[in-house]
């Protein structure tokens, strides 16, 4: 990996797959631009990502954001080796081997996901992209996430306006909460359970909605986001009927260890992707 200016140079590609890791359900900012090429944002920033089958570059004037961003301190390769005689992971770990899972903005992943539930991907990108044209800064070429702020001073009319449905009401109190001080970094001090149901105190919020932030924006390890696509690897791993989400995810823990998070995204994303 080289890193100047302006680009991040990466060569190894074993642990690297900018579809993979755009397609894999954890982010909804991204546009297609051409071939291996992709258009990255998070929070007020920008990345363009072009990927061959030699190496990939992200160039961005955030270089250190983005470094983090990509998660390109952390050591893919024994993640994968330390799963591979876990259940049901080899197939997986070989199908999505170039997943990394982001570093992403707490607040936009709070939002992102009280959107994504029961809905779907163009859907849920709709919404997003109306949100920050309507609210968010002007950042030249593109508008950043809008502020808890700036988004509690709209109402449930406005959000319902902009799409979001049910959901309207949700992005409004929501909102409020965090710019009256809901605490959304208190929530790395917790255990994953704890955390989980922290967030579930804020409207909208579930608890596999909690676990995706968790997961996407803490980076925690201790979950284990349980959907439909998760229920048939459930069912294929352990074979019971069992039909209780948090059973379910506790199960799944039990198995998968310390690297869950990571586990996760490997079966979700061969089951969702692969079949």
């Known amino acids: 990996m080289l890193v100047e200016k302006n680009s991040i140079i990466i060569t190894d590609l074993s642990s690297f797959d900018i579809r993979q890791i755009l397609d894999c359900g954890q982010i ?24 061959t089958s030699e190496k990939a570059v992200i160039t961005t004037d955030d270089i250190e954001y983005f470094y983090n961003f990509f998660d390109l301190d952390r050591d893919y390769g024994k993640i994968k080796a330390s799963l591979a005689d876990k259940p049901f992971m080899k197939e997986a770990i070989e199908y999505g081997r170039g997943i990394r899972i982001l570093n992403q903005d707490k607040w936009e992943m709070l939002i992102s996901f ?5 809905n779907h991907i163009p859907r849920i990108k709709g919404i997003i992209d ?61 255990d994953g359970m704890s955390a989980n149901k922290r967030l579930c105190t804020l409207m909208g919020i579930g608890p596999k909605v909690a676990d995706c932030i968790l997961l996407f924006a803490y980076h925690r390890q201790d979950v284990f986001p349980v959907d439909t696509w998760i229920k048939k690897v459930y069912k294929d791993i352990v074979g019971d009927g069992e039909n209780n989400n948090l ?19 490997y079966l979700f994303f061969n089951k969702r992707d692969g079949k």
């Open 247 to 265: 059973a379910i995810r506790k199960k799944l823990i039990a198995t998968y260890g310390e690297y869950s998070g990571y586990a996760q995204q």
């Open 114 to 118: 009280i959107i994504s539930a029961n």
């Open 130 to 190: 109306r949100l920050c044209k309507s609210l968010g800064k002007d950042m030249g070429e593109y508008r950043a996430f809008p502020t808890a702020q700036k988004m509690a001073e709209q109402d449930e009319n406005f959000y319902a306006a902009i799409g979001a449905g049910y959901r309207a009401k949700y992005l409004a109190e929501t909102s409020k909460a965090v710019a009256q001080g809901f605490d959304l970094d208190e929530i790395a001090n917790l």
């Open 28 to 51: 909804f900012r991204y546009s297609k631009m051409g071939e291996g090429l992709y258009r990255v944002y998070s929070s007020d920033k920008t990345c363009m990502v072009e990927q």
